[in-house]
């Protein structure tokens, strides 16, 4: 889970936070002070981020010891310590919000991936997610949505092929975008082509594509598309669905449901750090 960008990403936010250190902490505490802490999750949540946080503390200060005490994807209720801390008290006073910002955001995102895992449960459809996500920080949050049980869409723009509403509108027709594609693309990409009307439905089958994405259409259209297609595609359905709807979409004959907002949209998960002075 650490790679390069991530230490990148975490550079840029502690930067954020400490271009010109830490005022407070360093005018109340000396360099000597020791403390211990102990992150809490003060909701029920599913815990990502642990990882992220651990390298956090230990950028701003080797010194910091860190004790994981749950693992990324596990459920825990509120009251439980994923992780205890001890070191220099300015130290981690300095890593404090920087760990808890990565730790809340990812935690977020994979409590929302769960509830919507629980939500299509016995179905046998998969809920993915989208490129919706923190400009920076796709890798982590496709963790985090793989942490909620959740399964994670293209990564990039070059890993399979999807031709949406505007690639159809500024070409001669949805046939001619996939015939292209056909003639350009390496012979291993996947052709996934969007369909908002039955008639672009019958389009996309009569190219052949390999993936139907059904765009904001009503459980009824998405019903009478899965007759349309009979088969010959794996069909996607996704556009505003939400956990409340999601379960209605989840028919028979529907593989896959995409939905932006367990990256978008998911509310921060609530943890905190709670430091006491070494005695």
Known sequence: MITPVTDELIDLALGEDLAFGDLTSRAVFSEEQRSTGAIEARQNLVVCGLEVAARIFARVDPAIRVVPLRCDGDYVRAGVKVMRLRGP????????????????????????????????????VRVVDTRKTTPGMRALERHAVRCGGCFNHRSSLGEHVLIKDNHIAACASLEDAVRRCRERAPHTAKIEVEAK?????????????????????????????????????????????????????????????????????APAADLSLEIRARR
């Open 197 to 265: 009307t039955p008639a672009q439905v019958r389009a996309a089958c009569r190219s052949r594509a390999d993936v139907i994405l059904l765009d904001n259409m009503t459980p009824r259209q998405v019903r009478a598309a899965v007759s349309l297609i009979a088969g010959r595609a794996l069909i996607e359905v996704s556009g505003g669905i939400s956990l409340e709807t999601i379960r209605d979409y989840a028919v028979p004959g529907v593989d896959v449901i995409s939905v932006g907002s367990l990256t978008h949209s």
């Open 89 to 124: 008290t300015v130290s981690l006073l300095a890593a404090e919000r920087t760990a808890l910002n990565f730790l809340q955001r990812l935690s977020g995102v994979a409590t929302a991936a769960r509830r919507y895992a629980d939500a299509v449960k016995g179905t046998g």
